[in-house]
Nanobody, 123 residues
Framework: QVQLVESGGGLVQAGGSLRLSCAAS????????MSWFRQTPGKEREFVSA????????YYADSVKGRFTISMDNAKNTVYLQMNSLKVEDTAIYYC???WGDGYIRLPKYDYWGQGTQVTVSS
């Protein structure tokens, strides 16, 4: 059973930074993709970023490219999302997700989800 626990959300002013963490527990993650999605009320869950555990290749949504960085710590089974130059439109609940295999990374069809962490960016 895979468990994902996010932390690091909060309130920040536009232009500021936050780092989200996703602590994963369960089986070995060598064949997993770890991703971040976000969602605002009334909208579908939106892909933000992903990283392939076995080789570290990362992917980003165009809206966050150059501002967000995804990384992982194998020893801690933890994935991070460093968010810089935050904008008001980045306000959302951010979810960590995991899936076996690296197909359809940008679709919210993942096997496991965390509980979400709120990120609020004020103007």
């Amino acid at each position: 059973q895979v468990q994902l626990v996010e932390s690091g959300g909060g309130l920040v002013q536009a232009g500021g930074s936050l780092r989200l963490s996703c602590a994963a527990s369960g089986p070995t993650f060598s064949r997993y993709v770890m991703s971040w999605f976000r969602q605002t009320p009334g909208k579908e869950r939106e892909f933000v970023s992903a990283i392939i555990w076995r080789n570290g290749i990362s992917y980003y949504a165009d809206s966050v490219k150059g501002r967000f960085t995804i990384s992982m710590d194998n020893a801690k089974n933890t994935v991070y999302l460093q968010m810089n130059s935050l904008k008001v439109e980045d306000t959302a609940i951010y979810y960590c997700a995991a899936k076996w295999g690296d197909g359809y990374i940008r679709l919210p069809k993942y096997d496991y989800w965390g509980q979400g962490t709120q990120v609020t960016v004020s103007s």
